[in-house]
């Protein structure tokens, strides 16, 4: 019989876990080959003028065509992409001296974190106690006292890959289509959307945080930076997370992206100390009118339709569970995990040596803590 948690919401109400400020550690990016650069090449820079600050929350008489060049675009092929962890991987093998303990002159022998994975993980379990419809599967793998956690697509997630229809993949392209409108790549220049989109670019954050009792280091991709911010750059509240969305037209519409897009971008950008969400809000052609800024802290606010603590809480409950089940310090050991929304629970099963699902190359177990333990 395998380890199982339940997933009901009502179970993870009560007070709002304990949550570190997360700290940012380092950074990196990816070409739009997905090539590996230890820099922040790719960083973007908001440059919406500051004449029409978002700040105060709309702003209206845009008309932002996110068709332009759109057959130009440079696609990331996702189905050609195994990527795992690699690339926050390769930044921890070039940052193993930034694990050190403070006051410790010893070899490294451990990172000294319970967890490792990407920020999309930890949202996805933050938003599984309100998730009916998408299953998830996660694996993860023990080694020197730390657990690494990855997603993989399930049986369901390729098979809609395999169906997408050409108006779906325009619509994922008017997502990366709107980051240029919003943002240029350097502090003092203005975006230019007169150029075809590089999708498979990316610039990706390293932080470390504290859930509960566990201890995270995770990689998150950032859209950018607002270069006239003030905000503490060991911290993440210079940055935006800029996202699409169709203008709601009625309160059924209102309601649906309160229930379900309001609590993945409250998530999302939650997780990594980002305050401000800006929207564009386009039409079924793909052109924005209207900007919206949220503020991340007010997003909860503005709807019952979920809980913020539920969502901490159960993602505190889920590390745990892990924690107690994926044991050992074998880099090649998986454990896989699974929730599927109408069994409400989330079941743990040891694969054993997983190729097919696994998490540490040879690589990277080679090139970290060289020196073989001492016990
Ligand atoms: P929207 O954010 O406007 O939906 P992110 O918001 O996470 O920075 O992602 C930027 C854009 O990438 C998205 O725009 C969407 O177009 C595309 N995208 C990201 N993840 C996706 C996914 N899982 N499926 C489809 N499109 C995705
Ligand atoms: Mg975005």
Not at 13 to 37: A, M, W
Not at 40 to 62: A, C, F, H, I
Not at 227 to 236: E, L, N, Q
Request: proline share 5%; glycine share 6%; net charge neutral.
């Amino acid at each position: 019989m395998d380890a199982c948690l339940p997933v009901i919401a009502s179970k993870y109400g009560g007070n709002f876990p304990y949550f570190r400020q997360p700290v940012k550690v380092g950074e990196f990016s990816l070409d739009d080959t997905r090539q590996f650069h230890h820099d922040s090449s790719r960083q973007k820079y908001m440059s919406w003028p500051s004449n029409k600050s978002l700040d105060s929350g709309e702003s209206t008489g845009v008309y932002f065509d996110l068709n332009l060049l759109i057959d130009k675009a440079v696609k990331k092929d996702d189905s050609q992409l195994d990527e795992r962890l690699d690339n926050l991987l390769k930044w921890i093998v070039r940052n193993q001296s930034k694990f050190q303990v403070k006051g410790y002159k010893g070899e490294l022998n451990s990172l000294s974190t319970n967890f490792v994975c990407y920020r999309g993980l930890m949202t996805k379990l933050m938003v599984t106690p309100y998730e009916n419809r998408e299953p998830w599967i996660i694996c993860a793998s023990k080694w020197r006292d730390t657990i690494y956690l990855c997603a993989f697509d399930t049986e369901e997630k390729q098979a809609e890959r395999q169906r997408e229809t050409d108006r779906q993949r325009t619509m994922t392209s008017w997502g990366y289509k709107f980051e240029q409108f919003m943002m240029a790549d350097a502090a003092d220049s203005e975006a230019n959307p007169h150029v075809p989109v590089l999708e498979g670019e990316e610039f990706c954050c390293v932080l470390r945080s504290r859930l509960g009792s566990h201890s995270l280091v995770y990689g998150a991709e950032v859209d950018g930076l607002d270069p006239h911010h003030t905000g503490d750059p060991s911290t993440m509240a210079r940055f935006v997370e800029l996202k699409t969305s169709r203008e709601v037209d009625n309160q059924r519409q209102r309601n649906t992206l309160r229930r379900f897009k309001m609590l993945k971008w409250w998530a999302q950008s939650f997780l990594v100390g980002i305050e401000r969400v800006v929207v564009g809000f386009r039409d079924d052609d793909g052109v924005v009118h209207r900007l919206h800024a949220y503020s991340t802290r007010q997003l909860p606010k503005d709807q019952d339709f979920w809980s913020p603590a539920v969502c901490m809480n159960f993602a505190d409950a889920l590390l745990s569970f892990v924690a107690r089940h994926v044991t050992g310090d074998d880099p090649r050991a998986v454990w896989r995990l699974d929730f599927r929304p109408a069994e409400r629970r989330v079941t743990c099963t040891p694969l054993g040596r997983s190729q097919r699902f696994r998490l540490l190359p040879d690589w990277y177990t080679e090139q970290m803590f060289p020196r073989e333990l001492v016990t």
